[in-house]
């Protein structure tokens, strides 16, 4: 018969595999649900590549771009938020219009407006 400590020992290796086992599942299972999704975006939409990474890029762009022409931080939450609020205004005006170029440059600026309300931290 093995001492406390060995049997702690076994117990806690034991654990440990378990926990290992169930993190390498649900690795799987995460990368299944990604690739399940994908299919399902691109089933319906017809979209063959989410690519976030580019769409993140032109958000960033447009980030700095707002925050060349107007450098001066937004005064309050209140302020932020109308900036957004103009934004997604906009954004609607485009879609009611079916200009849906134009509509996709907005939604841009609209997720720009989202990072610059979140970055400027005062309201966060």
Same mark, same amino acid.
Do not use: C
């Given at each position: 018969?093995?001492s ?13 595999k ?15 649900? +990604?690739?399940?999704?994908?299919? #399902? /975006?691109? $089933? =319906?939409?017809?979209? @063959?590549?989410?690519?976030?990474? &580019? ?38 005006? +485009?879609?009611?219009?079916?200009? #849906? /170029?134009? $509509? =996709?440059?907005?939604? @841009?600026?609209?997720?720009?407006? &989202? ?10």
């Amino acid at each position: 018969m093995g001492s406390l400590e060995d049997d702690l020992d076994f117990a806690w290796t034991q654990a440990n595999k378990q926990q290992k086992r169930r993190e390498e599942e649900d690795a799987r299972n995460n990368e299944i649900s +990604d690739r399940r999704f994908e299919e #399902l /975006v691109a $089933a =319906r939409w017809g979209v @063959v590549e989410i690519d976030v990474d &580019a769409l993140l890029v032109e958000v960033k762009a447009e980030v700095l771009r707002a925050l060349k022409k107007f450098p001066r931080p937004q005064a309050s939450a209140h302020e932020g938020y109308a900036v957004l609020l103009e934004e997604v205004e906009e954004l609607w005006d +485009d879609i009611k219009a079916n200009s #849906l /170029v134009t $509509a =996709r440059v907005e939604a @841009v600026q609209v997720a720009a407006m &989202a990072v610059r309300y979140l970055l400027e931290g005062k309201h966060v």
